[in-house]
């Protein structure tokens, strides 16, 4: 069982820069692979960035490439999302992810736990 919190959500300018991180419970936090995906109003849950548990190989959807940046600190059960260049079409709920295996999950099924998001609010 693998519990996901995640922090730093908030309102900025476009722009700006925000800083995500999500902590996860667990003995055996390492191995396993952890994404992030986000929901807009209206809109389905989408894929963000995601990373592996071996090597930290990391995925970036299109949409964010260049300006989000996903990274996991084994030691302390996090994993972060530095989002730059941040536009309103960013505007979402922010989930954290787990997969339980090696290759990192850049679809909804390949999840095994999700955390309950946290807002992130773009301004024009």
């Known amino acids: 069982q693998v519990q996901l919190v995640e922090s730093g959500g908030g309102l900025v300018q476009a722009g700006d820069s925000l800083r995500l991180s999500c902590a996860a419970s667990?003995?055996?936090?390492?191995?396993?692979?952890m994404g992030w995906f986000r929901q807009a109003p209206g809109k389905e849950r989408e894929f963000v960035a995601a990373?592996?548990?071996?090597?930290?190989?990391?995925y970036n959807a299109d949409s964010v490439k260049g300006r989000f940046t996903i990274s996991r600190d084994n030691a302390k059960n996090t994993v972060n999302l530095e989002m730059n260049s941040l536009k309103p079409e960013d505007t979402a709920v922010y989930y954290c992810?787990?997969?339980?295996?090696?290759?990192?999950?850049?679809?909804?099924?390949?999840?095994?736990?999700w955390g309950q998001g946290t807002q992130v609010t773009v301004s024009s």
């Open positions: 667990g003995r055996t936090f390492s191995r396993y692979a």
């Open positions: 992810a787990a997969a339980n295996r090696g290759l990192a999950p850049m679809t909804e099924g390949e999840c095994d736990y």
């Open positions: 990373i592996s548990w071996s090597f930290g190989r990391a």
